[in-house]
């Protein structure tokens, strides 16, 4: 699979299939390890649940030892007609149906890798408190491959961004946190030698 774009949406495109429900026979077995996320700092989720997306807070997820991994999602009232109730409800992983989006740091941030690509820090303590000149990135062009954690992750870049101190771009970028695809909003210092477009196969 092309890296730099993920099927089921990571870097924006909607979900192409339903999720799986698990079955209550399914929620009642004994999962390897289970990880509760923060409150308030729930990943949030866009899911496909009866041919249409809806949006849901990741709360639970279990990790099973045949490798397959499930969230319990709370699922948000739809917005759009027919509307739809919230709710819980578990679900198999598959990043074809879901794509999270995190609201937390990164394991890989709390210790930048040498080569890494830099963040860019706004406000009094950071790098910048310029305002910044903004221009929107669009076409193929925007498919990135950035360095993080030591190694290129596919992002997609929404803004370039002119400071007084350098250009930096505002990006998705997909980063795997314990094997799953998260997608995280950051902004990076252009620099060539930890951005670049991914080669055509």
Not at 21 to 47: F, G, M, N, S
Not at 117 to 129: E, I, L, M, T
């Amino acid at each position: 699979m092309d890296e730099s774009r993920r099927a089921g949406g990571p870097l924006g495109d909607p979900p192409s299939r339903d999720a799986v429900e698990l079955t209550r026979a399914e929620q009642d077995l004994a999962p390897l390890a289970e990880h509760a996320y923060q409150e308030r700092r729930e990943p949030v989720v866009r899911v496909q649940v009866a041919g249409r997306e809806r949006r849901a807070a990741a709360l639970l997820r279990r990790d099973y030892t045949d490798g397959s991994t499930a969230f319990l999602l709370g699922l948000l009232p739809a917005q759009k007609p027919p509307a739809a109730a919230g709710g819980r409800m578990w679900v198999w992983a598959d990043e074809h149906a879901m794509w999270f989006t995190a609201l937390h740091a990164h394991p890989a941030e709390a210790q930048p890798v040498p080569g890494d690509a830099r963040p860019v820090r706004y406000g009094p303590n950071g790098h910048s408190a310029t305002p910044p000149a903004l221009t929107r990135c669009t076409g193929p062009g925007a498919r990135l491959l950035i360095r993080v954690d030591g190694r290129w992750n596919p992002a997609h870049a929404i803004l370039r961004v002119r400071l007084r101190e350098g250009d930096a771009l505002a990006v998705r970028i997909v980063l795997a946190e314990d094997g799953w695809p998260m997608t995280y909003h950051r902004t990076y210092w252009w620099d060539p030698a930890t951005i670049r477009t991914p080669r055509a196969d």
